[in-house]
Nanobody, 126 residues
């Protein structure tokens, strides 16, 4: 069974950095576009960024562009999100997601992704 597990969340201060990890199992990891989403209380789920399987191109939401970086290691079935210069608005549950196989573009909607992890909480104190 396909499983995605996030880790690395916690409480940090504004301006700090942290690294989130997503571990995949039960799937050929390299066949999937991978993405990160987040959801804060009272807000809808928001696209954070994604990374393509074909050439590791990336795409980011406007709110995190220039601060967050996505990377992946298909051999290890791992994806990472590096959060730099975090702000209070970054507080949310962060979800790892995998698209349908062989998708050749990075979708920004939740509907583009087939599998989801349980999420990891990131809390940024002002």
């Amino acid at each position: 069974q396909v499983q995605l597990v996030e880790s690395g969340g916690g409480t940090v201060q504004a301006g700090d950095s942290l690294k989130l990890s997503c571990a995949g199992s039960g799937l050929t990891f390299g066949l999937y576009v991978m993405g990160w989403f987040r959801q804060a209380p009272g807000k809808e789920r928001e696209f954070v960024g994604g990374i393509n399987w074909s050439d590791s191109t990336t795409r980011y939401g406007d709110s995190v562009k220039g601060r967050f970086t996505i990377s992946r290691d298909n051999a290890e079935k791992m994806m990472y999100l590096h959060l730099n210069n975090v702000q209070s608005d970054d507080t949310a549950v962060y979800y790892c997601a995998a698209s349908t196989p062989w998708l050749t573009y990075i979708g920004v909607d939740s509907a583009s992704y087939q599998y989801w992890g349980q999420g990891t909480q990131v809390t940024v104190s002002s």
